[in-house]
């Protein structure tokens, strides 16, 4: 079975805080991903990589950056976290050429 | 660009009934899987469906590309049922859209 891993399920950091997000995946998966899952808007794709050292931006970038420096590592981090990046954060990953995801089990961040 | 929809936003049922979900996109998509969101936030993988039907235990999926819509049956409900169900399509920029899901609450 694919597992995919979240550093913290839940977090509480302060305004102007630098926050790590790291997910894990053990399956040698190409594709990995990062969303935010808000209320009344579904999940949002934030940033996505297709290999190591690669990135992408999906729809809402703004306000994040991501690190991939090993293939079964993909790190979100927020520069100076806001309280309106008080989210759910899902990561998912997926084989290289294949649309089916998996999902790991989400950070609870909260920014006050 | 691709929409995906689904119907209804909210079911209460009580636990033996059945269910269908509904996940209408827009356009012409190559891939579409439907996910279970547990009451803890974790996104468990249903099927992956690009077409035709699959079936895992007392769960099946439909999809009709052509028609542009994909159906979730659940049989025999079950309070672990529970939860919010999501299908999410890609298009052919590969750009992945999830619906806003179905909140499914199963009364015992």
């Known amino acids: 079975d694919v597992k995919v891993t979240q550093s913290s399920r839940y977090l509480v950091k302060r305004t102007g805080e630098k926050v790590f997000l790291e997910c894990v995946q053990d399956?040698?998966?190409?594709?990995m991903f990062w969303y935010r899952q808000d209320p009344g808007l579904g999940l949002r794709l934030i940033y996505f990589?297709?290999?190591?050292?690669?990135?992408e931006k999906g729809d809402i970038p703004e306000g994040y950056s991501v690190s991939r420096e090993k293939k079964e590592r993909f790190s979100l981090i927020l520069e100076s976290a806001s309280t309106n990046q008080t989210s759910m954060y899902l990561c998912a990953s997926s084989l290289m050429g294949v649309f089916e995801q998996y999902f790991g089990p989400g950070t609870r961040l909260t920014v006050t | 660009g691709i929409q995906v929809e689904q119907s209804p936003p909210d079911l209460i049922l009580q636990e033996g009934a059945n269910s269908t979900l509904r996940c209408n996109f827009s356009?012409?998509?190559?891939?579409l899987q439907w996910f279970h969101q547990n009451p803890w936030g974790q996104l468990i993988n249903l099927f992956y469906?690009?077409?035709g039907t699959k079936q895992n235990g007392r769960l099946s999926a439909t999809t009709v590309a052509t028609e542009r819509y994909s159906l979730l049956y659940i049989s025999s409900s079950q309070t672990t049922d529970s939860g919010v169900y999501f299908c999410a399509a890609r298009n052919r920029d590969d750009k992945i859209i999830f619906g806003k899901g179905t909140r499914l609450h199963i009364l015992p």
């Open positions: 990589s297709y290999d190591v050292k690669m990135k």
């Open positions: 469906i690009p077409s």
């Open positions: 399956m040698d998966h190409e594709n």
């Open positions: 356009d012409s998509v190559n891939n």
